[in-house]
């Protein structure tokens, strides 16, 4: 696409107030791709190309029709009008633009905000108006949107914001600049009740709206192809050395960098929103389980370390996305984050299991260019990106579910320089504090300080054919031995498997699989884990916050002491140790020679360095038998 057409595009699709289909401003052909426009449905309902997808700009009022349910929408603050609080000198005076503008559009101001309903549900709507003074924010503007974030407050309500906006309103000088302020606050003390926040991107979408109230959402949309950023395009390119790359600025750059969760074409729109306001409305958080009164499902047989390694590395076998998309319905992933990039090997978002909605925290396998399965590791984005979750989690009071199966944290000195240490040291301490039922499953492979970080839960389960390990069994081979021959000894002895760890009271359950493995049986795998994780749902959502704190830090404080697993090995020991010194002292064999009365034999057995004798140093000392 030529650069600059975007914003030739928008100016000249927001010269007036029109309607769909009836405009004359309607093309016959794409400005883009030269599409055949007229009689193309995608074109005269919602103003898109079908060919290219290119989006031309539509009315704020338009907007409202294409979203809302029919005439549910009434607008609030209306009468409130702009003046010229600095008495503005400029080509054109600005009460005369501000008069032509109103004239042009029939709105009072750049923004218009109100409440309706999508799908029934009730909300606080936001729009701003790239035909009123390219959108800009003024006084009026950042007062009608903290108006409307203040009322959405009081009432309890989410906010859904559509913003075109060119940035800030030069003719109101630094009183322009204080809004971002005024909105930001608006939006914390929203954010403080709990409240759901929606922003959508569309073209263009810089300046001050884009760096205050638009960035600060739960859950940022972007149109396609929409310009995104701080700064004008124009200024972008007059400051680079170099032409931009095609896709510079806009809403698919912003998606690659983490930015934004996801782009979508304004027909989805509507049924996006559809699906995730349900998903993040307080009745829905209030759901509750049932205790079911007894576990039906047994655990087959145990398998040996290398079995389960060679299971969990099968390429069949159901990594993260696929017990996620069998599990969750209406599931919204949350991409990106908000910093510098995405991580593919992370799936985020919120869920709806079985009437309840959870926020999910996956690891997901990915495939090399052969389309095999490779080692996959955990970067720094993914952590903040699983970051991002747990925010969400705790200000929706939803559970937080998580889905083990990585390699481990990424190795690479990229993602050192890129704070591997710190995201890995902030997941855990995130988790430890979270206030919200927290459950962990490992379904795959549980590698070293990847899998820990997403661990931090109050019940942490695993399928019975997953390993959790600290190193993988090549690289102990190679640290014990300096052979990768003896690797299946080497995991023998790392005891990953779930037996070992039910046994070492790391994780509180095994989880079976089908007969042979979760390969075998996808959907009968993930109807397993569903019924294991609805059961332990409906045992923690009875607890308090504290409760639920107290017990979590307690559960890892113990972890590694003087345990009841430590008590059974050493009463064991101490049990082989009385045996073996009995057992000698049978075959003690002692020819009594005549004494005198009273005197004794004194015979000295010593152990602990007998071979086939116990080994502990504490007591490898010589025990003294005297025969009367």
């Known amino acids: 696409m030529p650069r600059g057409i975007l914003e030739l595009l928008s100016a000249l699709f927001s010269r007036g107030q029109w309607t769909l289909g009836e405009t004359p401003l309607a093309q016959e052909y794409c400005l883009v791709c030269n599409t055949h426009l007229v009689k193309e449905f995608l074109y005269t309902s919602y103003r898109i190309c079908p060919q290219c997808k290119f989006h031309y700009s539509i009315p704020a009022r338009e907007r409202i029709e294409l979203l809302v349910d029919e005439k549910s929408f009434k607008e609030k603050f209306r009468t409130i009008s702009s003046l010229d609080p600095l008495s503005f000198k400029g080509k054109v005076p600005y009460k005369k633009r501000l008069f032509k503008d109103q004239r042009r559009t029939g709105l009072s101001e750049a923004a218009i905000v109100g409440q309706c309903k999508i799908d029934g549900q009730k909300i606080i709507l936001v729009l701003l108006d790239f035909g009123f003074m390219g959108g800009s924010i003024g006084c009026v503007v950042g007062e009608k949107v903290a108006l409307a974030f203040e009322y959405a407050t009081k009432k309890r309500l989410p906010v859904v914001a559509i913003i075109t906006s060119g940035g800030g309103r030069i003719q109101e000088g630094i009183l322009s600049l204080m809004q971002m302020a005024k909105t930001t606050s608006a939006v914390n003390s929203h954010h403080q009740m709990g409240l759901p926040y929606i922003t959508v991107l569309a073209n263009p979408t810089t300046g001050q709206v884009y760096t205050s109230f638009a960035n600060l959402a739960d859950i940022i949309l972007a149109e396609t192809g929409a310009l995104v950023g701080l700064q004008p395009l124009r200024l972008l390119q007059e400051l680079a050395e170099a032409p931009l790359p095609t896709n510079a600025h806009t809403a698919e750059s912003h998606l690659q960098r983490g930015m934004v969760d996801a782009t979508i074409d304004r027909d989805r729109l509507r049924s996006a929103l559809m699906n995730i306001l349900p998903l993040v409305s307080r009745q829905r958080n209030q759901t509750r389980f049932l205790k079911s009164r007894r576990n039906q499902y047994k655990l087959h047989r145990k398998i040996e370390p290398w079995e389960a390694i060679e299971r969990v590395r099968r390429p069949d076998r159901p990594s993260g996305l696929e017990y996620v998309s069998r599990m969750f319905s209406s599931f919204v992933e949350i991409r990106g984050d908000r910093v510098s990039g995405d991580d593919p090997a992370i799936i985020s978002g919120i869920g709806n299991l079985e009437g309840c909605s959870v926020v999910v925290i996956g690891h997901q396998r990915l495939q090399n260019a052969d389309g095999q399965f490779e080692d996959t590791y955990i970067q720094p984005e993914g952590f903040r990106i699983a970051k991002r979750a747990m925010d969400l989690a705790a200000k929706f009071n939803m559970p937080l579910i998580t889905l083990i199966d990585t390699s481990g944290p990424s190795v690479f000195l990229e ?171 049978k075959r003690v064999r002692v020819r009594k020679p005549k004494r005198k009365k009273n005197e004794g034999k004194i015979l000295t057995l010593p152990i602990g360095n007998n071979e086939g004798g116990p080994t502990d140093t504490a007591l490898n000392k010589d025990i003294t038998i005297i025969e009367e």
């Open 415 to 585: 993602a050192e320089e890129r704070g591997i240490g710190h995201a890995v040291a902030s997941s855990m301490a995130q988790m430890s504090q979270l206030p919200v039922p927290i459950i962990a499953v490992i379904i795959g492979e549980g590698g070293r300080e990847g899998a820990l970080a997403l661990s931090i839960a109050d019940r942490i389960l695993m399928l019975e054919n997953a390993i959790y390990s600290p190193i993988s069994p090549e690289g102990a081979a190679s640290l014990m031995y300096r052979d990768l021959s003896r690797v299946q000894e080497a995991a023998g002895s790392l005891r990953l498997t779930a037996w070992d760890a039910l046994d070492l009271e790391i994780v509180d359950g095994a989880i079976p699989e089908p007969q042979d493995g979760a390969h075998t049986d996808p959907d009968e795998s993930a109807k397993l884990l569903q019924h294991f994780l609805i059961r332990t749902l409906a045992q923690l959502q009875g607890l308090s916050t504290q409760r639920l704190l107290k017990r979590r830090q307690r559960k890892f404080r113990n972890m590694g002491e003087y345990t009841s697993y430590f008590r059974v090995a050493l009463s064991r020991e101490v049990e082989s140790l009385q045996s073996y010194v009995i057992e000698q002292a």
